[in-house]
Structure formats: structure tokens, C-alpha cells
RNA sequence: GCCGAGGUAGCUCAACGGUAGAGCAACAGUUUUGUAAACUGUAGGUUGUGGGUUCGAAACCCAUCCUCGGCUCCA
């Protein structure tokens, strides 16, 4: 069935060609696969684009599928192909063609219609029973943004119209949740003209979700046996210029700013001053491991299109460590950041994540310090715990980092697209470049290994992440306001005032909802803020010295203790708990 | 940065060449409420910014900034 889905999917896309190429003569054919949700084509087109084309475009292709065309497959030599579709102007199609290996190549006619392509397709056009086209889009021949800029038309396609609506349904519910949407509702942050985009004003909600963050990384940080350190958010260019980033980072970098006729670089990463810590004593082997942490805030140029609420962003904090170890230390190493990672999946409740080994590009080494020997020996170092992990993973080539190769761990956000958190580097530039190191049992100089690491990635982007992961309605120890208690007339409100006193003295996020409106306003705006748990005192309560409890889910509690209350909810912000998320 | 679509009140949107409006939020008064929105009123905008066209511009043109969807790039 899948199979099926994505033969009609990819003959949807012809289909769709046939018809822009009857409506725009002329038009010059890229690439048109089938993806996950339904199909695109990339086109070259005198006629640019625009939105009410689709309907056109969706008209002529009902016209198609109405015909009953059939898929024509055919063989000929390379040449002939080449010769083809030289005659038809299809210079992207001859380009496709002379990449491919000497043989036979095939191609496929639907009428007057015929695209390069490896097959296979439904058998003719009437099979086709639903589509809908989406959008148009921008996209580099060949994904190089040196080569021409194509259109792009997408379009979606499912087994059958229920299937379509329902995907469609699904992406409107997803929406509702994207974390600039909820960041919004919620006042958790804004990103704002004046400041500049990409960059992130945390309003008091937002600060407190980012203060519980900060402190629970800090924590497990220790636990694990990391220092923690703290520097400055520029340093001299001259700093920049020794670890390198001047030039291979220089187009991710703020522009230098000159103070007392000095170069100042606002920082892009916390690496080299870490170093410099390091650098501060001789060291012995006896001190290694080292790991220093720090939330270390950041600056990179990002190019404006591609800045996204707190995905992406021109300022971030990362919950950075460096660790300086011995080559012995290594694998140990990685393998306890590797485990560090999956330990915040598991707390967070992060089940649909993938791992990548992101390794070099050889054929472009002069994107890359380190020798070829260095290389394949840190990548066969990170493929080595991954192994014995058994963690199944993907390995892409090219997405190292500059300066060594890496393993990432990316989830998935509301709306299907995925992001990288988790990342364990490799980096066999900056302690050369730096010329660390430290004595030996020998008494010799060595050189130490140098791992980068963050675990939350950055923690704007982990925000954004958990905020659509738990819809906004975060467990109790994240939770901005964790209680709320709610007034039902005047003569309560002094009793409320104490009991919000009482709470907070327990280290209880409390606030009191003493406005003259309706018990029934009161529930539906701490139930829209997504506070987990409501008070509601009234008269009774007052005079019993108890406290009615409203959950999330709407259950009530009655004529509970305070102070027991101020126990479970202890308690449950104490584990760290997911347990009790969906009472 | 590139292609495309957009910026109107705090938020969600209307008006689309002829006096900028609505709902929610805010504020004030009234109401004192028992489980998802009390009532009345007030205030709030050089329509992103700067130019231009026009008797007249939120609307048309140019530039610029920002946002959104992709591409490319990344934590």
C-alpha cells in the first residue's frame, strides 16, 4: 500500500508537469519526486507563479486524470536520450541524463509529456482519486544556491480523500501548538522589531520556564562531575584569529567592533575561552578529565530568511560544556554525554528523536582542519560508542563541524520539521591551535582530546521544542504558575492572600485571583493560561480552614489539608515527574 | 542571502482610492458571584518606516525594515 501510494504520488507529480508544461509552454522541467505527504515539481517558467495559478493548475490536471492517459515507459541509449531532450530545451533534463552512468535509460510519455525518470507509474491517469496543491516555493536547481532558482509547486496526495482531509485536520491541530503561537497566549516571549530579529525578550513566565531549566542542567552538570565557569560575551579578534573561527566562521559572526583602536569579536561559541581556562595551569594527567560548563550566551549572524521564533535565532544561550581528556578517556567520554542526552529524552518524554553521526565531506577537506588520518579516527571513535550502544542511527556526510565530527540528536517539532538538540563534537583543531597540554605518567608533554557538548543545544530552541512537545500544558516543575488560587467573593480574599504566602514560603509558584468576576471566569482563564492546579475558596473553605482542589482536567478535590497539599505538590516537583502530567 | 506571500489597536481580524472599525484583552464603575466568558462605560492607531502618484492613499508605485512558507545554511 505504502509502496502504492508513493507510485501515485510521484505519477501525480508528472501529471502536474504534463499539465503546467500545456498551460505554460515553454516551461523547463527540474526534478519532481514524490515526499512524504504528496509530491512537488521544480520548474523553470517565463510565468512566475502565483497563488490562484494552483486552482488553474489543479483544473488541467482533473482534465488529465479525467482522460485516462496511459504511462508510456521506454528505453533508449544515453544518447538518444540526450538528444531528446535536447530537442525539447530540456537542459536540466540533459544535465540529469549525462550524470547518469553509460546504459540504458528510460523515460516515460504520458501523451504529448515525457519526463527522465526511473519509474515506476500507475498504469494511467484516471487511477489518481485525490490531490490538492499547496503552495509555491522557491528552491536551487539542485539544491546549489549558486545554480539558478527554480519554482517549486507542492503538492498533497493520500490514499484517499479521508485520508487527505485528515492529514489536513492534523496539521491545523498541530498549528495550535506551534510555540510562536503559544509563546504568545501564554506571555511566555516576544520577539520584537525594535530589538531585532532573532532575538529573544523571555517575559516573566518565559524567564521562570527558562530559570527551572537552567537549574535542573546545572544540577545534572555536577552531578556528573562538570565545573562550572563563566565568560565574558566578547573577547579580542585576536582570540578568534588563533582558534580559527576568523576564518572558517567568519560568515556566521557578528561584524568586529573597534574599542580603544582593538578588534572585539562578540562571541559564537564559548570554546576558546574555555581553553584559556584550561591554559591557566600546567596541567597534569592526573587532572584530566576536565569538563567545563557554562550557559553561554552567543551571537551568531544567521541570514534573515532564516531566523524562526526560538528555533533559530541570532542570540542563544547553550548549555555548553568542553571536556579535556586523555585519548585513553575518550570513549568513556562521549559514551557519558551520549547517555547524558538520552536521560534528557527520557525526563522530558521525548520518544520521537533520531541520532546522526555527522561526519566530514572528504572530497572537500579544504572545508575542514584536521589531516584525513585525524578524522577517521574520531569518527571511528563516535561510531564506536554509538555501536556499542546499539543505538540505531543515520550517518550523513558533510555536516561535520569545521573542526571535527559529531553526533546530533534531533526531534521532531509540531508541524513535522526537525531540529538538532543534543550534540557531541569532536575537536582536533583548538588544542593544536592552542598548543594545550599536559604532563604525562612519563613525564612527557601530550597533547589532550578536546570534546564539545551541549545537551539542551540551545536553551531558546529547547524552549521552543518543549513548549509544542507539552502543548503548553507543562508538568508541575516547569510549570511558570503551578497554583492558582481562585476568590469566590470579597471575604475570602485575605485567607487567599495567606494561603498564596504559605505557598510561596514552600517555594510554590502561587498567585491569587481575587477580581471581581465569576467563579466561572476564573476557571476558564487559569484553564486557558494551562495553570496544572486551581484553588477555589469560598465561604466554606474560609471557615474550615481547608481548600477545595481543581485539576487541569477538571476533577475537583474537597476539603483538603493545606499543608498536605503543599506536601504531594513538593513531592511532585521534586521527581521530576511526567507521572502525574495527565491527571 | 534567494523565490513567493504578507505587515491595520496588546491579540485575532474587517475596511481595499473617498471621514480607519469589530470581538477579545486593558482601564473605570456597577455586580459579591460555587466550577469554562456578568453588565455598562472609557481609552487605545501618523495603517511597519521613508519617499512618490493623486483633489484625496491603509489601499497604487519605489525603496527599506520586519514576519510567514519554502530553498540554502545551522544549536
Not at 534573515?304 to 533559530?312: K, N
Not at 531540529?419 to 601530550?446: C, H, M
Request: net charge negative; glycine share 6%; with cysteine.
Amino acid at each position: 500500500m505504502e509502496n502504492n501510494l508513493h507510485t501515485s504520488r510521484h505519477s501525480l507529480s508528472h501529471i502536474m508537469a504534463k499539465a503546467v508544461q500545456e498551460l505554460w509552454p515553454g516551461t523547463k522541467l527540474g526534478i519532481g519526486p514524490a515526499i512524504d505527504n504528496g509530491f512537488y515539481y521544480d520548474f523553470d517558467s517565463e510565468h512566475k507563479f502565483v497563488p490562484e495559478d494552483l486552482k488553474t493548475i489543479e483544473a488541467k490536471m482533473k482534465e488529465i486524470i479525467k482522460s485516462r492517459e496511459k504511462f508510456v515507459c521506454e528505453s533508449m541509449s544515453k544518447d538518444d536520450a540526450i538528444k531528446l531532450f535536447e530537442s525539447r530545451g530540456e537542459v536540466y533534463k540533459v544535465e540529469l541524463v549525462k550524470e547518469l552512468e553509460d546504459g540504458t535509460i528510460s523515460i516515460y510519455r504520458t501523451g504529448e509529456f515525457i519526463d527522465l525518470c526511473k519509474g515506476p507509474h500507475i498504469e494511467h491517469t484516471g487511477l489518481i482519486n485525490n490531490f490538492k496543491l499547496t503552495h509555491i516555493a522557491g528552491a536551487y536547481w539542485k539544491g546549489d544556491e549558486k545554480r539558478p532558482m527554480l519554482q517549486r509547486v507542492y503538492g498533497l496526495s493520500f490514499e484517499n480523500k479521508d485520508a487527505l482531509n485528515a492529514y489536513i485536520k492534523q496539521q491545523e491541530e498541530a498549528a495550535k501548538r506551534d510555540h510562536r503561537k503559544l509563546g504568545t497566549e501564554l506571555d511566555l516571549f516576544s520577539i520584537n522589531e525594535n530589538v531585532g530579529p532573532g532575538l529573544v525578550l523571555l517575559h516573566p513566565k518565559g524567564g521562570m520556564l527558562r530559570k527551572e531549566l537552567e537549574d535542573w542542567i546545572k544540577n545534572e552538570n555536577i552531578k556528573r562531575g562538570y565545573d562550572m565557569v563563566y565568560s565574558p560575551h566578547v573577547a579580542r579578534l585576536h582570540l578568534w584569529q588563533i582558534s580559527g573561527h576568523a576564518n572558517f566562521y567568519s560568515e556566521n559572526m557578528f561584524q568586529p567592533i573597534e574599542v580603544d583602536e582593538q578588534k572585539y569579536q562578540l562571541k559564537p561559541m564559548n570554546c576558546p575561552f574555555h581553553i584559556e581556562i584550561y591554559r591557566s595551569h600546567l596541567r597534569s594527567y592526573r587532572d584530566l578529565p576536565l569538563r567545563y560548563s557554562e550557559l553561554g550566551t552567543v551571537y551568531r549572524y544567521e541570514r534573515s530568511g532564516v531566523v524562526h521564533g526560538l528555533f533559530r535565532v541570532r542570540g542563544f544561550t547553550q548549555d555548553d560544556a568542553h571536556i579535556f581528556c586523555t585519548p585513553e578517556q575518550v570513549g568513556k567520554e562521549v559514551e557519558d554525554c551520549f547517555n547524558f542526552a538520552l536521560h534528557i529524552m527520557k525526563t522530558f518524554g521525548f520518544k520521537n528523536y533520531s541520532v546522526e553521526l555527522s561526519v566530514w565531506d572528504e572530497n572537500k577537506p579544504e572545508n575542514y582542519t584536521g589531516t584525513k588520518e585525524d578524522w577517521e579516527k574520531a569518527q571511528a571513535a563516535l561510531e564506536a560508542v554509538l555501536n556499542a550502544n546499539k543505538v540505531p542511527y543515520t550517518v550523513h556526510a558533510g555536516e561535520a563541524a569545521f573542526y571535527g565530527p559529531k553526533i546530533d540528536i534531533k526531534v521532531v517539532d509540531a508541524i513535522g520539521r526537525s531540529w538538532q538538540l543534543s550534540t557531541i563534537q569532536f575537536d582536533f583543531n583548538l588544542p593544536g591551535k592552542f598548543d594545550l597540554e599536559y604532563v604525562g605518567n612519563d613525564g612527557k608533554r601530550a597533547r589532550p582530546i578536546m570534546i564539545h557538548r551541549a545537551m539542551f543545544g540551545s536553551i531558546e530552541r529547547f524552549m521552543g521544542v518543549i513548549i509544542e512537545h507539552f502543548a503548553g500544558l507543562f508538568p508541575l516543575w516547569l510549570a511558570p504558575v503551578q497554583v492558582k488560587v481562585l476568590t469566590l467573593t470579597d471575604n475570602e480574599i485575605e485567607y487567599s492572600k495567606a494561603l498564596v504566602a504559605k505557598m510561596k514560603m514552600a517555594g510554590i509558584r502561587a498567585e491569587i485571583d481575587c477580581r471581581s468576576e465569576k467563579l466561572g471566569a476564573k476557571i476558564r482563564e487559569a484553564h486557558v493560561q494551562k495553570v496544572p492546579y486551581s484553588i477555589i475558596v469560598g465561604s466554606k473553605e474560609a471557615a474550615e480552614n481547608k481548600i477545595t482542589l481543581r485539576l487541569r482536567s477538571g476533577t475537583n478535590m474537597e476539603g483538603l489539608e493545606v499543608d498536605d497539599f503543599i506536601k504531594t505538590l513538593k513531592e511532585e516537583v521534586a521527581a521530576f515527574s511526567l507521572e502525574n502530567y495527565y491527571k
